[in-house]
């Protein structure tokens, strides 16, 4: 049996891509490796009975924000969001906390506290991105170039300063707040939201993320899926099986095939084929399709040019049962959910810096949960479901530490970076390890056994960093979901706009193969350019 398209993994952006393709009228089957769908959106009981941890990613800004998986409207599918009492937390040594509420004058006073007048400066950024955040998500989620909705962007760059904002785009995480704040609590804020990505805080790049993250956070907030992660992703495939769209598990496609150099379809590990009329959209990483799923297919210049694809750093995330409240030294006025842990901007930098030096970071600058704070079904009442990750190198030469980390990740390494990590915290909240009923370490190997895309604990699909994003992503010449083989569409997070659960992989993919579909059936023998642009 045919389909007019056949989706290869049933990640975020698959479930996407099948969803869109389901609502242009095509036939759509999807087939995943797993047991289940959700790629790096999935959750389960499987630390410590009664705690419900998420197995990778965990809070949803730019799912909140996607105009895409807005668009479809999961709420009416069984999805309910979640929100913690404060959206994120900075517990600093002295115990202080710098906070960032969804409601902005309560951010704004709570800064103001740590500096009188930068409440106000606050106050003034937000409304900045009143005026040009929401054409600016939609630039950054755009095909490139993003014609619609970059010429909407520069349309209101003049009432935001001009040249000014661009400036403030540009700049560094790490000197972003110096010239707007002249406390620690909103540098804190914005360097740490800049840490969700790869790209160092010192480079250019990271304050727009660090912007970004902060102004969703202050915006739509960073929500949960009310019972885990995984009803995200559940909620995106009954939608798909409601529509007539079909999905099968544990299927592991392992060739893309190709005719006279147009896909034709998949063939599974068991030999099985399925043929795709239309397009075939991969959903998974841009090293997994070039250097396995189409074999000797891959033209050689793109061949060359993967060679230079660039993974982001690897991964260690550690999840804890925890028998009580996470033990502040200093209780936050508001409780949040998301937690940065560093002791000022300049650690963050350094832990950033001694990853990109391929050194395992002294002092890893962590990224936190408290998900039963967000979501009180996560765990028993009384009890916290938690969580934490660090970055640490895809090569490692050294421990910049004292505990001879070798890189090999390996139990005794995942140990010893646990225990780093658990220190961080300790350090921050006194007796954090007497609470501790189970830990589980996922280290770059387990992270890549549980999702294939996590290639070497990389979460985002290929580094963030400019020389590797827009018209360079995956490979310079490839800015679009279109690849060298005709009917074939990368719809993972290795394509533009990069990593993050919006969905702007997949919807590309998913446009662009609709956009080819209609051009073939109105000029038969006519192949659409790659410059033409072919949705927004």
Same mark, same amino acid.
């Not at 090293?287 to 074999?295: A, D, I, N, V």
């Given at each position: ?13 698959? !479930?996407?891509?099948?969803?869109? !393709? ?515």
């Amino acid at each position: 049996m045919s389909h007019d398209a056949v989706v290869v993994g049933a990640g975020p952006n698959g !479930l996407v891509a099948a969803n869109h !393709l389901l609502d242009k009228g095509w036939s759509v089957l999807v087939l995943e490796a797993e047991p289940e769908v959700g790629g790096a959106v999935r959750s389960a009981e499987d630390v410590e009975p009664g705690f419900v941890h998420d197995t990778f990613s965990a809070f949803y800004p730019l799912a909140a924000a996607s105009p895409s998986i807005q668009s479809f409207e999961l709420e009416k599918h069984g999805l309910r969001w979640c929100h913690a009492p404060a959206v994120l937390g900075h517990p600093t040594p002295d115990g202080r906390w710098a906070l960032l509420h969804r409601d902005r004058d309560v951010t704004a006073g709570l800064i103001d506290r740590d500096h009188p007048g930068d409440g106000a400066a606050w106050l003034e950024l937000c409304e900045q991105w009143d005026r040009i955040g929401e054409q600016l998500v939609h630039a950054l989620v755009s095909p490139f170039p993003p014609v619609r909705s970059g010429l909407a962007t520069l349309a209101r760059l003049r009432s935001v300063g001009g040249l000014d904002f661009v400036k403030t785009l540009l700049t560094p995480a790490a000197d972003l707040g110096a010239g707007r704040f002249g406390g620690t609590a909103a540098r804190l804020l914005l360097a740490g939201n800049a840490g969700h990505a790869d790209i160092p805080l010192d480079s250019p790049g990271s304050g727009l993320l660090g912007l970004l993250m902060t102004m969703l956070g202050q915006t739509v907030g960073f929500p949960v899926p009310e019972g885990g992660a995984g009803n995200l992703s559940r909620a995106l495939a009954r939608r798909i099986e409601s529509l007539g769209g079909e999905i099968r598990c544990s299927t592991r496609v392992t060739r893309v095939e190709v005719a006279a150099g147009r896909a034709t379809g998949v063939r599974t590990e068991h030999g099985e084929r399925h043929r795709a009329d239309r397009a075939v959209v991969a959903d998974v990483a841009a090293t997994h399709l070039y250097g396995h799923l189409l074999g000797d297919d891959v033209p050689r210049r793109t061949a060359v040019a993967m060679r230079r694809f660039q993974l982001d750093p690897a991964t260690v995330k550690v999840d804890w049962a925890l028998s009580g409240p996470v033990p502040w030294a200093a209780t936050p006025e508001h409780a949040p959910g998301t937690l940065h842990v560093a002791d000022s901007v300049e650690q963050m930098t350094e832990a950033y810096g001694q990853v990109a030096a391929h050194a395992v970071p002294a002092t890893p600058f962590l990224l936190a949960g408290q998900m039963t704070t967000t979501d009180p079904t996560r765990s028993p009442a009384g009890t916290e479901s938690m969580w934490a990750y660090a970055h640490v190198p895809q090569e490692v030469t050294r421990d910049a530490g004292e505990e001879g980390i070798r890189g090999d990740w390996g139990h005794d390494d995942l140990e010893r970076f646990a225990d780093r990590m658990q220190a961080r915290i300790e350090r921050v909240a006194p007796g954090f390890g007497s609470r501790v009923v189970r830990r589980r370490i996922l280290g770059p190997h387990e992270l890549e056994a549980r999702n294939a895309n996590l290639v070497g604990g990389s979460i985002n699909g290929g580094t963030s960093q400019l020389h590797q994003e827009l018209v360079f992503r995956p490979v310079p010449g490839l800015g679009r979901a279109e690849t060298p083989i005709k009917g074939l569409y990368l719809g993972s997070a290795s394509a533009h706009p990069g990593g993050g659960v919006h969905g702007a992989p997949g919807m590309n993919a998913a446009r662009a193969a609709v956009a080819h579909a209609r051009v073939a059936r109105l000029h038969p023998g006519r192949l659409l350019a790659r410059g033409d642009r072919v949705t927004e």
